[in-house]
């Protein structure tokens, strides 16, 4: 019994020791599970309080110390004022692996952090709400070893993260954080295993996620970072766009797929990339106007950007593609360009002006390929007077190869409509340094109005309508610009500002085979194969001012800017072009300085102009024009032309036929003081110039030109217009002119119309001043021989000579009805006196005759008496004649020879001046007989006119003996 006693004794002690051994490992543990905690939480708080300068508020600590299990209950991080969370947290559990033990670091098996929450934010000052723990961390000093330390199973679940913004007024929230990291370390054993954390949350209600493969603590620093967003709400970034942006989101939403790559090597070169997909949908944006208007600017139903490499550290952007779908952009234009680039540019001046930029690497930009689906713009132009918006639409483009700054060819190929009517392809390539392009241009329908803005300052006219077609291939380098191909303008109308009157319009202008070739410091090509135009329609208006409406259409007084002379180096260009047609052409003519005002047509205007080429010595083009004017005459114009210097070489035949007079009127009226009743006009004109000088033939016809009636006009001729187109007339009514003019077109006084009318007031003039030098022409005979009869002196029959006139005469007045024929007696002081004494001594000679022979004296005046009875009755009537005779010494009449009788009787016979008139008027009355004893119907168109006392009643000369022994005609229009 005894043995057994002994034998258990040990078994006691061993029994006592182990149980005191558990007595106080679980009097430990139970130390460190319930004791230990408490301690740690007050001594948590108190020190995070005490180095943060925050107030820390933790709910409870939690250790299991068998498991190697502590979990954090509750734990706060109070702002500076103390009343919000910073950071806080629900829960915390952190499992140490036993290898912390063996290799004397922290090595975590598991770390679970739930509902963690941190709020921070920034003030009006820019001022983070931790700046202050921020500052703190980072004043402390460094640790000359990293730390070491392993962690598995990181889970960070049920987090969120806000941001409150009062610089920006804006708020940003993360919530339904999730990260989850498998493993990392920084044991020198683990550096190189590479760590693949997870991270997903919802940015704004928008999907987050974040995948990454990553190394964080060796050498190279190799990352790799997969991002992943979805349904971003882009509204939200419009508080983080720079400060003066001139955007604004309205709306849209983001997703992207991006993988970022970093790298370091040695410590100092640093590889950052970025790669992947990002797509923009439903996008709306608004441009901020600098007066703070809100204007929508661009959006796109869809852009998908595939990033093949961005690399911002070496300024390097790579993207493989871009895709645009439904864009739409709309903007408005004034004197100093599109708004919103105006907007752009001053605040991307001003970000760069701030950031400081300027001396980075230039930006490597290139884009292998950009499509544009289905675009659209809408630009309104608000520099006109009427705001027009140019809409263009269906826009489509391929771009391949984009470099920016790059020597080497883009492909592009672009299609769009314009205001829905008009459809332009182009398709080529171009090089940006040096900058060459090579493209062909399909435009239909493109509207010229686009143009109108270009012409408001040179011209007084706008574009109403024209639609440009063309095929134009154009190719641009350093050594020369050229175009080449075929260009259409339809339906194009240019109207007047002013009077909203059409100027020009015609239905098609075409221009075949172009050819312009612009060589550097070489002369100019400018070839087109042949032009025609279809339909033209001019206006051409003189206004009450007397202003031709062409001399107003260009802004200002071009002849008050004197061109600036050419360079004495300057090549002249080239110029050549083929066959220029015109078909159905019409011109229109208003005066409105006549009243009425005065309109004309041409008409149906076809014809040609040949081909023209500077380069051949003396060229020249044939012309050839045909039209009718107003309808019913006709127009033809042939020959040649040098067409860019007429003075050179004009040979011109110009013919119009049948062009009715009575049109006229207006012309007639102002000028003649009479208007047009009927006639018809044709001319034919020839011009000819060489070098200047002009030589040219007027040849006017004008059949049964009648006036109507009496205008009162203070710009009418005092000329009798009437009576020379009467004198002018040939029997069938026809006015035959022909008017030479010549003259040098170098002399600036040189005026072709001046001249014309010139000659054309000669000819008016000749006619009433010397009517029967012309009318002499139609009827045979001298004019000497029509405008006068004349007499014996003291007779009043004219001579047997120049009565045969009078038929002549009559026959004249009876052609031309519309005249009237004025006969006015004269009587000469000298001839007609002797010849009146001598006419009465005849008389009564005849008259003793006839009483002796018992016969009528009223025969006495046409009585031949016979020669030998003449002295005795002479001796009677001396013998009856009272004057003093001469005596003989005996005092008694003596006895004289015949001849001195008649001597004595003439001498003392008195002829008055009344006397001379009476033989006067019976001289103008006995021819007035005689020509209506030929034509008695002229009665009413003859006229006797007293004779003219000046010139009636002179002595002439010697010379002109007879020349007032006689009756004159004179011509008048009819009544």
Do not use: C
């Amino acid at each position: 019994m005894d043995v057994a006693v002994k034998k258990n004794a040990p078994s006691k002690r061993g029994l006592i020791l182990t149980a005191a051994v558990l007595v106080v490992l679980s009097s430990t543990v139970l130390l460190v599970q319930y004791a230990l905690p408490v301690v740690l939480k007050n001594l948590i708080v108190e020190k995070m309080s005490a180095q943060l300068g925050r107030q820390v508020v933790l709910e409870s600590l939690e250790l299991r110390p068998l498991h190697l299990q502590a979990s954090v209950h509750n734990l706060s991080l109070k702002s500076a004022n103390g009343k919000d969370n910073e950071l806080a947290l629900t829960r915390l559990d952190v499992e140490l692996s036993a290898e912390t033990f063996t290799r004397f670091v922290p090595v975590v098996s598991q770390l679970n952090i739930t509902g963690l929450a941190v709020a921070i934010g920034r003030n009006s000052e820019g001022r983070l709400s931790v700046q202050d723990v921020i500052d703190l961390v980072q004043a402390q000093p460094a640790s000359p070893e990293p730390a070491r330390f392993a962690l598995h199973n990181i889970r960070v679940a049920d987090t969120r993260f806000k941001f409150t913004d009062e610089l920006l007024n804006n708020t940003l929230e993360l919530s339904d954080i999730e990260l989850d990291v498998p493993f990392v370390s920084s044991l020198p054993s683990d550096v190189k295993v590479t760590v693949t954390p997870r991270f997903s949350a919802k940015l704004e209600g928008s999907d987050v996620l974040l995948n990454a493969q990553l190394k964080p603590f060796e050498n190279s620093l190799n990352t790799a970072l997969l991002f992943s967003l979805k349904g971003l709400d882009l509204k939200e970034l419009n508080p983080y766009l720079p400060r003066g942006s001139a955007l604004k989101v309205a709306s849209g939403q983001a997703d992207a797929n991006l993988q970022v790559n970093f790298s370091e090597v040695s410590g100092t070169e640093k590889k950052l990339s970025v790669e992947g997909d990002l797509t923009l949908t439903g996008v709306q944006l608004l441009a901020i106007t600098p007066d703070k208007q809100s204007l929508p600017f661009l959006g796109f139903k869809r852009l998908d950007v595939k990033l093949a490499e961005v690399s911002p550290l070496l300024n390097k952007v790579h993207v493989a593609a871009i895709d645009l779908s439904d864009a739409n952009v709309k903007a408005r234009l004034n004197e100093q360009g599109l708004d919103f680039v105006q907007t752009l540019t001053a605040a991307a001046a001003s970000n760069t002006a701030v950031s400081g930029t300027s001396g980075s690497k230039p930006l490597e930009l290139s884009i292998d390929r950009i499509v544009l689906n289905n675009a659209s713009v809408a630009i309104t132009d608000m520099r006109q007077s009427v705001p027009a918006e140019l809409r263009i639409q269906q826009i489509s483009a391929d771009i391949q190869n984009f470099e920016l700054d790059s020597d080497k060819p883009v492909l592009a190929q672009v299609s769009l409509q314009l205001n829905q009517t008009a459809d332009v392809k182009m398709k080529g390539s171009f090089v940006q340094y040096p900058l060459r392009a090579d493209m062909d241009i399909d435009a239909r329908k493109f509207p010229l109005t686009l143009a109108q803005f270009h012409l408001d300052p040179i011209l007084n006219a706008r574009i109403a309508s024209g639609e440009l077609t063309t095929a134009l291939n154009i190719h641009y380098d350093e050594s020369s610009t050229r175009f080449k191909g075929r260009l259409t303008t339809e339906n194009f109308r240019l109207q007047d500002k002013l009077l909203n009157n059409a100027l020009v319009k015609f239905s098609a202008l075409t221009l075949n085979d172009i050819d312009i070739d612009q060589p550097a410091n070489k002369p100019a090509l400018f070839s087109v194969g042949g032009i025609s135009l279809n339909d033209l329609d001019a206006r051409l208006v003189l206004g009450a001012d007397g202003r031709l409406n062409l001399q107003d259409l260009l802004i200002g007084n071009p002849s008050q800017t004197a061109p600036a002379p050419a360079a004495a180096t300057e090549p002249k260009p080239k110029i050549s072009f083929g066959t220029v047609q015109l078909v159905n052409g019409n011109i229109s003519f208003s005066d409105n300085l006549v009243k009425p005002n005065f309109n004309a047509n041409l008409t149906g205007l076809t014809g040609s102009l040949s081909g023209y080429s500077n380069q051949a010595q003396s060229q020249v083009s044939r012309l050839s024009l045909k039209g009718a004017i107003d309808g019913d005459g006709k127009l033809a114009i042939s020959g040649e032309v040098n067409p860019l210097n007429p003075k050179s070489h004009l040979d011109i035949t110009a013919r119009a036929t049948g062009i009715e007079m009575t049109r006229l009127s207006p012309y007639a009226a102002k000028y003649a003081g009479y208007d047009i009743a009927k006639g018809k006009l044709s001319t034919t004109l020839k011009y000819s110039v060489q070098n200047g000088a002009l030589v040219a033939d007027n040849q006017l016809f004008l059949d049964q030109l009648t006036f109507g009636q009496a205008v009162e006009s203070p710009d009418a001729t005092t000329l009798p217009v009437r009576l020379a187109v009467s004198i002018l007339k040939n029997l069938k009514g026809e006015i035959d002119l022909d008017l030479p003019v010549s003259g040098s077109l170098n002399d600036p006084q040189f005026s072709i119309a001046g001249v014309v009318f010139k000659a054309l007031g000669n000819v008016v003039l000749k006619a009433v001043t010397a009517p029967f030098r012309l009318l002499a022409n139609m009827f045979g005979g001298s004019p000497e021989q029509m405008n006068h009869v004349i007499f014996a002196p003291g007779k009043a029959q004219p001579t047997l000579e120049t009565a045969a006139r009078l038929p002549q005469v009559a026959g004249l007045l009876k052609s031309k009805t519309d005249l009237a024929l004025e006969v006015m007696g004269r009587a000469d002081t000298s001839l007609d006196t002797e010849g009146l004494k001598r006419e009465r001594l005849e008389r009564r000679l005849g008259r003793l005759w006839l009483s002796e022979q018992k016969k009528d004296v009223s025969g006495a005046d046409e009585l031949v008496i016979p020669q030998q009875h003449k002295p005795r009755l002479l001796k009677i009537i001396y013998d009856q004649e009272t004057f003093e005779k001469p005596k003989n010494q005996l005092g008694l009449i003596k006895a004289l020879p015949f001849e001195q009788m008649e001597t004595l009787i003439l001498s003392n016979t008195l002829v008055t001046e009344s006397d001379l008139k009476d033989l006067a008027y019976r001289r103008a009355d006995n021819v007035k007989k005689q020509l209506l004893e030929l034509q008695p119907d002229l009665s009413a168109r003859i006229f006797l006119v007293a004779p003219d006392e000046k010139l009636g009643m002179q002595s002439p000369d010697s010379a002109n003996a007879t020349q007032f022994t006689r009756v004159d005609f004179n011509v008048r229009v009819s009544p």
